[in-house]
């Protein structure tokens, strides 16, 4: 069982920055995919970026590539997203999902967290 705790949302204008934190519990951290997806109202879940278990491979969405990194310090259990250059539409609440063994860019972790709002004012 992992359990995942995401913070570091909150309200910032647009150009601004933001850095998300998901904390994991358990001590396979290691073992696990991680991934960052984003939910705005009204619309589905998507994916924003994603980081291999060594963390010596990520991806992104062609919307923040970019702007957006993650990275991952296994030794924390943390797994992180900096956002830059953040436009409105970039206004969702934000989940940090684990994937055993590897990473995706579809929806199919096997935990996730409970999510952190993330609001960009124009």
């Known amino acids: 069982q992992v359990q995942l705790v995401e913070s570091g949302g909150g309200l910032v204008q647009a150009g601004g920055s933001l850095r998300l934190s998901c904390a994991a519990s358990?001590?396979?951290?290691?073992?696990?995919?991680m991934g960052w997806f984003r939910q705005a109202p009204g619309k589905g879940r998507e994916f924003v970026a994603a980081?291999?278990?060594?963390?010596?491979?990520?991806r992104y969405a062609d919307s923040v590539k970019g702007r957006f990194s993650i990275s991952r310090d296994n030794a924390k259990n943390t797994v992180y997203l900096q956002m830059n250059s953040l436009k409105p539409e970039d206004t969702a609440v934000y989940y940090c999902?684990?994937?055993?063994?590897?990473?995706?860019?579809?929806?199919?972790?096997?935990?996730w967290g409970q999510g952190t709002q993330v609001t960009v004012a124009s």
């Open positions: 980081i291999s278990v060594s963390g010596d491979r990520t």
């Open positions: 999902a684990a994937k055993l063994g590897g990473y995706t860019i579809y929806d199919v972790y096997d935990y």
């Open positions: 358990g001590r396979t951290f290691s073992s696990y995919g």
